[in-house]
């Protein structure tokens, strides 16, 4: 090519850079693309369009008429039919039945938790309780109905306040769904007939109407959805304020689904496509400059990202600060955590920090509900591995839970005041001795009760002598030689030095023998898991000072961890109960089978979710 007709591709970089919008230099006509049009046509690149969905493509409707966009009547009378026929069908008899309903028992008593401070756990992260909570308390509930189980009378308590909640964010619902199909198909009847499916679909009333996460949950799902679609059809106005009203409110959609329950991060999952063909479809418009094309990247990473999870993190800051009293939940969390919940036996206690030898502590499993490090007089019975003493964990507080710290070669009294105090390192081998049996932590070579491939852990010895099978190397999770051991905040795991194995809780219930107490074993997979992790909780050493449990307080940081750990663990630990109604994925889209919502005999008011007709 002769050297006039050669493009100068460093100039369109250097448009790129500057952001002007140049004429390209000419070039002579036998050229076979234009060159007049910045450059963009030879390098295959078209100039930026304004967004448009496929729903537009298919369109078949005819578009209102630029006068009739231009009248409000357009616009707000069908949007006040929908939400007046929305609000009507969801708030309809919304005081029946008088009674608790389905999974109104779990977050209607969700609520009351809130309302009284108390902690508790759920799999779900707390944002859709909390509002119900708050909801109830607004309209005067005073949190003392139990909840216990479906069917019972809500007599004098004031429920109708959580209900009316629910109804009212469910009811939202058709008024989004109806401005979301008119945003992309600019057709009033396409946005009717939506609003019409939902309006009449018993299924979503009937969800609407109950003390349920479902509504709130749909709430931030469809309001996500709306303002994605809201701030795609500003594009064209970048940097306006809708443009950053839509962007920053999909932000704060999204937080809310998330925070209601961990199935909203498919919408997270869905704006954040989107938001990756938009950038896309941004860097491909030669028209921006660099700079233009980073506060577009930015201005997404802030509101679509920084600011959901600033929300996100602030609900559970929240969540920690209104339920700081001692409740059912407390088990389900490490004993650093509990000490900060009023009224728990942790709470501004006073013990000794480092264990030293002559400790008597108790050994807390860190698997969810692990229990305590237990053992009794009952012996194993015959053809359940060596007939020797139990040793289970224990959910609740006992003085058969107490062991004694000794070093394994000494049978000194480490309480002797000529004894020099020596603390418990990382790498010691130790022997727990049973305060209440005076037997000695022991495993061998017999199999676990419950649990195949796993050893046997007994209580063995007579006044703390035994042999050598009770010898047990002390680790602490990250520590080196040498470092000692602190009370609540170290993670710790017990070797037995025999056999190389782990003790560890294994959450399998003993049978009756075993006063149907939590199964422990030494297990030989060395793979580290929360089974086979243990701190000390309580400690009694009368030859060391104490300090107050408040300076072993995990930060707010550890204490978000350890909550989303226990809600990963409780989900992936959820089984079907005996007897109870499941279903398979295949039933789900036909409604394969039915649900009842309520109703305990034939005269009772009864609400039952319909499958299809043929099943």
């Not at 949007?79 to 008899?93: C, D, M, Q």
């Not at 029946?96 to 902690?119: A, L, Q």
């Not at 443009?243 to 704006?271: D, I, P, R, Y």
Request: proline share 6%; aromatic share 12%.
């Amino acid at each position: 090519m002769p050297s006039d007709e050669r493009l100068h591709f460093p100039w369109c970089f250097a448009h790129r850079l500057s952001g002007c919008r140049q004429e390209a230099p000419l070039v002579r006509a036998r050229m076979p693309l234009a060159a007049n049009e910045n450059c963009q046509a030879v390098l295959g690149l078209r100039q930026r369009k304004p967004p448009r969905l496929a729903s537009e493509a298919a369109f078949t409707g005819s578009p209102p008429s630029p006068s009739a966009l231009r009248s409000p009547d357009w616009f707000w009378t069908p949007l006040g039919l929908v939400a007046f026929l929305s609000f009507t069908t969801r708030f309809y008899s919304l005081r029946e039945p008088p009674h608790v309903c389905w999974d109104e028992t779990h977050f209607g008593k969700m609520g009351s938790y809130y309302i009284n401070r108390t902690f508790f756990f759920d799999v779900h992260p707390p944002l859709g309780k909390m509002l119900i909570g708050l909801a109830g308390y607004l309209s005067g509930y005073n949190g003392t109905f139990p909840f216990q189980k479906p069917g019972d009378k809500y007599e004098q308590h004031n429920y109708i306040g959580m209900r009316g909640f629910c109804a009212f964010l469910g009811s939202c619902l058709i008024p989004f769904c109806y401005l979301t199909v008119l945003e992309l198909s600019k057709s009033l009847p396409a946005a009717m007939l939506a609003a019409a499916l939902l309006i009449f679909d018993t299924g979503c009333i009937t969800l609407s109407q109950y003390i349920l996460l479902d509504p709130i949950l749909m709430f931030f799902l469809m309001g996500a959805v709306l303002s994605m679609v809201k701030y795609n059809s500003c594009s064209s106005k970048s940097f306006s304020a809708p443009w950053w009203f839509w962007l920053s409110l999909t932000g704060m959609n999204l937080a809310g689904a998330v925070g209601v329950k961990f199935v909203g991060l498919f919408v997270v999952l869905l704006v954040g496509l989107n938001t990756i063909y938009d950038l896309w479809e941004l860097l491909g418009d030669l028209s921006f400059s660099l700079v233009t094309l980073g506060k577009h990247f930015l201005a997404r990473v802030l509101c679509l990202i920084v600011l959901p999870l600033a929300l996100y993190t602030s609900l559970f800051a929240v969540h920690f600060a209104v339920l700081n009293r001692s409740g059912p939940g407390d088990g389900f969390f490490s004993s650093g955590f509990q000490s900060r919940l009023i009224g728990n036996n942790l709470h501004n206690m006073s013990v000794p920090e480092y264990l030293a030898y002559g400790s008597v502590i108790t050994m807390k499993n860190l698997r969810m509900a692990g229990g305590y490090l237990h053992s009794h007089w009952h012996l194993y019975p015959e053809g359940v591995g060596a007939r020797q003493q139990q040793v289970t964990a224990y959910l609740h507080k006992d003085l058969n839970n107490l062991w004694i710290i000794k070093k394994h070669s000494l049978n000194k009294d480490s309480s002797d005041p000529s004894i020099p105090v020596e603390f418990v390192r990382h790498g010691d081998v130790i022997r727990l001795e049973h305060k209440e049996t005076s037997r000695n932590l022991h495993s061998h070579q017999h199999e676990a009760p419950l649990t195949r491939k796993h050893l046997q852990v007994t209580g063995y010895g007579i006044n703390g002598t035994g042999d050598s099978n009770d010898f047990w190397r002390i680790e602490v999770v990250g520590g080196k030689a040498g470092k000692r051991v602190k009370v609540l905040r170290s993670q710790i795991r017990l070797i037995h030095l025999a056999t190389g194995c782990l003790l560890g809780s294994t959450g399998k219930t003993l049978p009756k023998w075993g006063w149907e107490q939590v199964e422990v074993t030494c297990t030989p997979y060395q793979k580290e898991s929360p089974n086979s992790l243990w701190n000390a909780e309580d400690h009694i050493n009368p030859r060391l000072p104490n300090i107050s449990l408040d300076v072993l307080k995990p930060s707010f940081p550890e204490i978000l961890l350890e909550s989303h750990m226990v809600m990963i663990r409780g989900n992936s630990g959820l089984k079907p109960k005996e007897n109870e109604v499941t279903s398979k994925p295949w039933h789900w889209p036909i409604n394969y089978q039915g649900l009842r919502f309520s109703g305990v005999n034939e005269t009772d008011y009864r609400v039952y979710l319909l499958g299809n007709p043929v099943s």
